[in-house]
């Protein structure tokens, strides 16, 4: 292969290599809390929802017909992908009564959009976990970890355990899935997600309560919440590579080779020497012949 070919191709690597490399997003956080410090929430109802100093949580106390609720301070979300993330642990579910947090606008009420609510309730088909959507124009899409509703083998969470719950909404396909884990062993309990058909935006605040439902009074869920993070992908925008002095890659000139062998001289090939008569035996032959020749002239001159 020509020189030229070799470092054409050697370019033409090193350029599709680059081309492929995959360009990663990182993450913007828009809210985050561990509660180590006083996370300024604002309740309606601080005897039962209130920040706990000295374990470093905050507890809740939800109970239907109360209207109570809990949230943060306004959060600065204008739309796109986004992922909620929080730590919970139940001590109390009531039959009827429901521990709901979500992301919402002002209204907080879990049958308003827009609103992406995770619920751990105790009715019909026991403790199940729940996810709940409603967007801007009030489509309202539902599905909980009951076989009856997403087909799979009904899971139920236990009380006095920590699960980790993810919400990961994308605004590509309109898709909101839940995630929920043991975070003890980090064993995923149970994974679905609904389709919004549309896009979800407007949120402002994430909360907890029982803002919309109207069940029966007295029935609480209790516990405590953690780690609460909200965070959406923030996509890298390549930067423009430092042009460097190159050195410009050597020319060459191919020539044809003209260079005559060398060749070997050639030994002559032996010829085989017959040996001679011995020397006595010419010499008789030559006095033969010549007697002979002398009798015949004899001869010819006597006729």
Not at 62 to 91: K, M, R
Not at 249 to 262: A, E, F, G, Q, R
Not at 277 to 288: H, N, T
Request: hydrophobic content about 35%; some cysteine.
């Amino acid at each position: 292969m020509k020189h030229p070919q070799i470092f054409f191709i050697l370019i033409l690597a090193a350029a599709l290599t680059f081309l492929v490399v995959p360009i990663y997003a990182d993450t913007g956080v828009l809210y985050q809390t561990a509660f180590s410090t006083d996370p300024q929430w604002t309740t309606n109802n601080p005897s039962t929802d209130y920040w706990d100093q000295a374990q470093g949580v905050y507890h809740f106390g939800i109970s239907p017909s109360t209207q109570n609720s809990a949230y943060s301070p306004a959060i600065d979300y204008t739309g796109g992908s986004f992922t909620l993330e929080y730590d919970v642990t139940l001590q109390q579910v009531d039959q009827g009564a429901t521990f709901r947090l979500g992301f919402s606008g002002t209204d907080m009420d879990f049958n308003k959009g827009p609103n992406v609510v995770t619920e751990f309730p105790n009715a019909k088909f026991g403790q199940i976990m729940v996810l709940h959507v409603v967007s801007q124009s009030a489509k309202m899409e539902e599905v909980s970890s009951d076989t009856t509703s997403y087909g799979g083998p009904t899971v139920t969470y236990a009380l006095n355990t920590t699960y980790h719950v993810e919400v990961d909404y994308n605004d590509d396909t309109d898709v909101v899935t839940e995630i929920v884990t043991n975070k003890a062993s980090g064993e995923q309990v149970w994974s679905y997600y609904v389709a919004t058909q549309e896009s979800l935006k407007g949120m402002n605040r994430i909360y907890i309560g029982s803002v919309g439902d109207y069940g029966t009074m007295g029935q609480y869920a209790t516990g405590w919440i953690d780690n609460v993070e909200l965070t959406t992908p923030v996509p890298v925008t390549p930067t423009t590579p430092t042009t460097q002095p190159t050195t410009p890659l050597p020319t060459y000139t191919l020539h044809p080779t003209t260079k005559t062998p060398t060749l070997a001289p050639l030994t002559p090939i032996p010829t085989t020497t017959k040996k001679s008569p011995s020397s006595g035996w010419v010499a008789l032959a030559a006095l033969g012949i010549a007697g002979t020749c002398a009798v015949a002239r004899t001869m010819n001159k006597k006729r």
